[in-house]
């Protein structure tokens, strides 16, 4: 069984953009600018806008973050949102979900401008992504494309499995690997909570990307032998052995699900680092102006 390590390849990925800053600067060019916007106080938003701003840093990227008090108004975030938009020195900008639920994530996503949604949620990279166009693909499922890539995983002519259609997760992965391209060029199935059967379909599944978002739900006599299991789950268990007093499991049943499958990610290490790590690669393709030409 191949483990898909996520935090190893995360890192060389992150030196990957270190090596192109460091380039960047003795050539005189603009290092790359992530704005993050952050509303209210919420612990899980202030842990992953944290993260994104430290793995900034790491790579030598300018960062700007935003705080906002839970309470403003949806007014005052667009014209937040419309004044990095004109700022030269900002070259991507994210919105951290969730939004307090005065305010409408449309709206707001709507007004990023596209050539700085570094995130991929904006209609206008989810079109240019679905039409094979240049695009910022949402960090997600690029992380888990780039980890299908790096670990050279056969997708040619195989049947890949998505549970969960969501739109920064399930959706947008459910198109990648449909791509004729590689990773891609599978024939493709898009699994949700209406679907029959669910357990006779991911059986039949080469590969199968699981994004719905309940503890350990996908079991060992789900899943065929030999197939590549790629888990996008993140859940917070109660562990009184841990110093934190908790741990992190997925949304496979991940020791049963390894001894059946021939590659696989953990959770922790497996996909949630190269979501960070693809949103810094999208930031560098925007600052170089590698998607939308200048
Ligand atoms: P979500 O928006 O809650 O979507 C869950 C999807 O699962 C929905 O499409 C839902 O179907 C489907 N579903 C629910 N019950 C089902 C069932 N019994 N059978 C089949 N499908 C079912 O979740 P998400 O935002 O995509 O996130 C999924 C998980 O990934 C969560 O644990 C989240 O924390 C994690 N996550 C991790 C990262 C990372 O960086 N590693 C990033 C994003 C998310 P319906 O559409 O019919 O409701």
């Known amino acids: 069984m191949l483990l898909i390590d996520g935090k190893k390849t995360s890192e060389e990925i992150k030196s990957e953009i270190a090596a192109r800053v460091a380039e960047i600067k003795v050539e005189g060019g603009k290092i790359p600018h992530l704005a993050a916007i952050l509303v ?22 300018q960062s700007t973050l935003v705080r906002l008090e839970e309470s403003v108004s ?54 240019r992504m679905t039409l094979g166009w240049p695009a910022y693909v949402a960090a997600t499922p690029y992380g888990i494309v780039e980890l299908l890539k790096r670990y050279n995983v056969e997708t040619s002519g195989k049947h890949c499995v998505v549970i969960g259609r969501s739109h920064i997760v399930g959706s947008p992965m ?19 909570s209406r679907t029959q059967n669910l357990a006779e ?54 020791d049963e699900v390894a001894a059946k499958a021939s590659a696989i990610t953990p959770v922790p290490g497996g996909v949630g680092p190269m979501t960070i790590a693809s949103l810094l690669y999208n930031t560098l393709l925007a600052a170089e102006g590698k998607v939308y030409a200048k």
């Open 174 to 192: 459910s198109i990648l690997m449909a791509r004729n391209e590689y990773p891609g060029n599978c024939t493709v199935t898009l699994t949700h």
């Open 201 to 254: 379909i991911t059986k039949t599944a080469d590969i199968l990307i699981v994004a719905i978002g309940k503890p350990e739900f996908v079991t060992a006599d789900m899943v065929k032998e030999g197939a590549t299991v790629i888990d996008v789950g993140i859940h917070r268990v109660e562990d009184s052995s841990k110093k934190s007093g908790f741990r992190l499991i997925g949304d496979v049943k991940f």
């Open 74 to 127: 949806e007014d005052e975030l667009l014209k937040v949102v419309e004044e990095i938009n004109k700022n030269p020195e900002i070259d991507g900008l994210i919105v951290q979900l969730p939004l307090p639920k005065h305010i409408s994530v449309e709206k707001v996503t709507n007004k990023i401008k596209p050539e700085k949604d570094v995130d991929g949620f904006t209609p206008a990279n989810v079109g």
């Open 40 to 61: 209210g106080s919420d612990g899980a938003s202030q842990t992953y806008v944290g993260a994104k701003v430290k793995s900034c840093e790491q790579v030598g990227f």
